[in-house]
């Protein structure tokens, strides 16, 4: 039966500040029950903490429901959309009261004083008439927004709600069927590592002429690795330090370097002294003897008379004479004494 809309928001609105009284669909007493016995079919809906006169009423007022189920242990009321037949039977449980309506069997039969309401519709009591109220099901809402990360990193999880208000349920309507909260994983990556410096490498070689020189060693910054945006290491990855390199001279022996490559006054190194050598005698041979001395694979020149200019210091080698199979200058003949002049310095080029 429809009702003008005026009538209708009246009767909304007299509900929502109301409860439902004790003739909300009310055709008999509760006289029909069996104690300690239950119909093993799933519920069109539960009620908590509820008494059993009020479950009844509960299946009265709902348009789907035909008998009951009623938990005195935890006070619950399961309603049902069927009775007891000979295909469904009751089964044994101390703990339950089954109630069945006794004056319908069908969702044809429930009235509401004159009206049959249908399987989705409530009957509702106002101060003046009983109405049928169709049955509102719950459905969702859209979800809120991603709640924040659970960690900055290393995989946490976020959540988004939802609520049953799409419509909310209402008048024996069913609750939305799923969950309000869902989790989805966060900030994946792992967390930044910062980088760290592992221990120095061994000293390198001295500088590759006699003298004073320097030599480095290196570090990596691998201890650990910087990983997912960590800072990578401060400082430097190379340290450098002096040295002195006479005793890997090869003999303690040098060229003074000049413009031309592998070229320059040979000096040697003497009694803690360094000085040249006069190029009396002084040939191929010895200009061979001295360019293995240096590591080189032979000379390919031999300067005198100040072509590469003079040299400076004492003049510590004279009269020298090798084979040219002398691993060092120094294993060839040569005089401490000299009767010479610093332009008269050796200068030679070797072959690299």
């Avoid at 969950?179 to 000293?203: F, L, R």
């Avoid at 000379?299 to 020298?320: E, F, Q, W, Y």
Wanted: charged share 15%; aromatic share 12%.
């Amino acid at each position: 039966m429809l009702y003008p809309a005026k009538e209708f928001i009246f009767v909304s609105i007299f509900f929502i500040n109301s409860v439902k009284t004790a003739d909300i669909c009310y055709k008999s007493d509760w006289n029909n029950y069996i104690v300690g016995k239950k119909l093993s079919e799933f519920p069109i809906k539960i009620f908590d903490k509820i008494g059993p006169q009020s479950c009844y009423r509960e299946c009265q007022a709902h348009g789907n429901c035909f008998s009951a189920n009623y938990d005195k242990k935890e006070s619950t009321c399961q309603l049902m959309n069927t009775k007891k037949s000979e295909m469904k039977l009751l089964t044994d449980d101390e703990n339950f009261i089954h109630i069945e309506l006794t004056d319908t069997d069908s969702a044809g039969g429930k009235t509401c004083g004159d009206v049959v309401c249908n399987n989705y519709s409530t009957c509702i009591r106002t101060s003046s008439r009983q109405i049928c109220i169709e049955t509102v099901n719950g459905g969702w809402g859209t979800w809120y927004g991603w709640g924040s990360c659970s960690t900055t990193c290393g995989c946490g999880t976020k959540q988004r709600t939802r609520y049953c208000d799409n419509p909310v349920p209402s008048y024996g309507g069913s609750s939305c069927s799923g969950s309000s909260v869902e989790s989805t994983t966060c900030n994946t990556n792992g967390c930044p590592v910062h980088g760290g410096w592992g221990n120095w490498n061994g000293w390198g070689s001295c500088s590759p002429w006699c003298g004073s020189g320097t030599k480095k060693r290196t570090r990596y910054c691998n201890n650990p690795a910087p990983l997912y945006g960590g800072n990578s290491c401060s400082g430097s990855s190379v340290e450098h330090t002096t040295c002195n390199n006479y005793n890997g001279c090869r003999g303690y022996i040098s060229l003074d370097t000049s413009d031309i490559p592998y070229t320059g006054l040979l000096y040697v190194y003497i009694d803690g002294t360094w000085g040249t050598v006069c190029d009396d005698d002084f040939g191929v041979n010895e200009a061979h003897v001295a360019c293995k001395t240096l590591g080189f694979a032979r000379a390919t020149a031999l300067h005198g008379t100040s072509t590469l200019g003079v040299g400076s210091g004492p003049i510590l080698m004279d009269d020298v004479r090798c084979s040219g199979n002398e691993e060092s200058l120094f294993h060839c003949n040569y005089t401490s004494y000299h009767n010479c002049y610093h332009s008269e310095d050796v200068g030679i080029t070797c072959e690299n």
